[in-house]
């Protein structure tokens, strides 16, 4: 089933539940490669598969005055974004099912980089090797 967009607090609280982990994609208005990450990274097939697979994903506008429920606390998009230290954009948050970040991604992922950051993160490899020994295929399981 593909992904959709869910608010944060429904991510969280639907992590809780099943343990999956959290996407976070943080981005502006005014941003090319934001948009261009719509408009070719998140419609492929198999990302939105992944992505449906691992997470729930939550989008925030870092621009946004508008507020959300993160850990509990009431803040607004901005606001949060500051506070996880986010400069540019596109950032990729991945977090774990207790709103704990992970791992943070600044700027456009190609779709096969994404993909297997998804992965990655997805299946805890990130626990037993680095990324580029993943990726490069001379990881083992």
Same mark, same amino acid.
């Given at each position: 089933m593909p992904f959709s967009w869910v608010s944060m607090e429904e991510a969280q609280?639907?992590?809780q539940l099943d343990?999956?982990?959290i996407l976070v994609n943080?981005?502006?208005d005014w941003c090319e490669?934001?948009?261009k990450m719509d408009a070719t990274v998140y419609k492929d097939s198999l990302i939105?598969?992944?992505i449906s697979t691992y997470y729930h994903s939550v989008r925030i506008n870092a621009d946004s005055e508008d507020t959300l429920v993160f850990n509990g606390v009431e803040?607004?998009?901005h606001d949060l974004a500051r506070k996880m230290g986010i400069r540019s954009y596109p950032t990729i948050l991945f977090l774990d099912n207790s709103g704990d970040l992970i791992l943070q991604i600044n700027g456009f992922m190609? /779709? =096969?980089d994404f993909k297997n950051m998804i992965t990655? /993160? =997805?299946e805890d490899i990130f626990h037993k090797t680095d990324f580029h020994e993943f990726a490069s295929g001379e990881w083992n399981r």
């Open positions: 609280n639907n992590a343990g999956k982990k943080v981005y502006t490669y934001c948009k939105k598969n992944s803040i607004s998009q190609p /779709i =096969g990655f /993160i =997805g």
